[in-house]
């Protein structure tokens, strides 16, 4: 049961012009549902190129990328918008709240995005998302008035607001103290243990990193060592 699945994949920018370069040289990956992955390797090394693949913001220039069993390539920019918001949610380094909104307005912005209004069931899922997070009492507040690891927390809230099947996590715990990290980081897992949504998580943080089921690295480009998997307590 892969929720992602990469055959070959490979990325190109600048493509047809002078200083065209190859980023990704023929990625294979798979990962299964309830898998909690990390992803590391050094600056440049094209982890951010490959999670923007994955999450269908980009598409590759040749290989065979497979989402939840559909095949993107088949798929036009529609379908892969429709996808992503059903199947994919993204935390970022920087976790992109919108200022103006609420703590509750930001996690309900999925649904409304995807659905096109937040219904009663949605209000009721991002509220217990976020007394889940421990921000029960901070719903009301705006970015600006919570702390960077708050911030980040409803950044988590609002990527799973819509159960997405995996989960992409782009450095969550970057500019966070070591507490703030690894409360960031045990909700990830936590929402991985009891929901089953599989999480890519880059991070350079080596702690971190041996606590997930399975280290990608990637050097130049390329998938360079595989940690051993361990046996996930998640798998049945
Ligand atoms: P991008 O994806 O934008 O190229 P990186 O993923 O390389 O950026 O890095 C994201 C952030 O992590 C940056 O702020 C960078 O300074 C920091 N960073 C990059 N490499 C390391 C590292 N080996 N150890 C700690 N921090 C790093
Ligand atoms: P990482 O996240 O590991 O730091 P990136 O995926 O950000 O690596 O970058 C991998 C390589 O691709 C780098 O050499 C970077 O300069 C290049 N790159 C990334 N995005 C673009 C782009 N939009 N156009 C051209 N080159 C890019």
Not at 17 to 23: A, G, H
Not at 43 to 71: C, F, M, Q, W, Y
Not at 78 to 105: C, D, K, N
């Amino acid at each position: 049961d892969a929720v992602l699945q990469l055959d070959g994949v490979r990325k190109s920018y600048n493509v047809g012009t002078p200083v065209e370069t190859e980023v990704l040289h023929g990625i294979d990956l798979s990962l299964s549902a309830h898998e909690f992955v990390a992803l590391t390797g050094p600056s440049g090394s094209g982890k951010s190129t490959l999670l923007n693949l994955i999450g269908l913001l980009e598409r590759p220039s040749a290989g065979r990328l497979v989402i939840d069993g559909h095949d993107t390539a088949a798929l036009d920019d529609a379908a892969l918008t429709a996808l992503r918001g059903h199947t994919i949610g993204f935390v970022f380094q920087y976790h992109h709240l919108l200022p103006a909104f609420t703590a509750l307005e930001n996690v309900l912005l999925p649904s409304i995005i995807t659905h096109g209004v937040a219904t009663p069931e949605a209000e009721a899922r991002a509220a217990e998302l976020l007394t889940r997070v421990g921000l029960g009492a901070a719903m009301a507040k705006r970015p600006g008035e919570l702390s960077g690891g708050m911030q980040q927390r409803v950044a988590i809230a609002r990527a799973l607001s819509l159960r997405p099947r995996l989960i992409l996590a782009d450095e969550p715990t970057g500019n966070l103290d070591t507490a703030s990290a690894d409360a960031v980081f045990e909700l990830l897992r936590a929402f991985n243990r009891d929901h089953g949504s599989a999480c890519l998580i880059v991070t350079h943080d080596p702690r971190l990193a041996a606590r997930c089921d399975r280290i990608i690295e990637l050097v130049d480009g390329r998938i360079v060592g595989e940690a051993e998997r361990r046996p996930n307590p998640n798998t049945p």
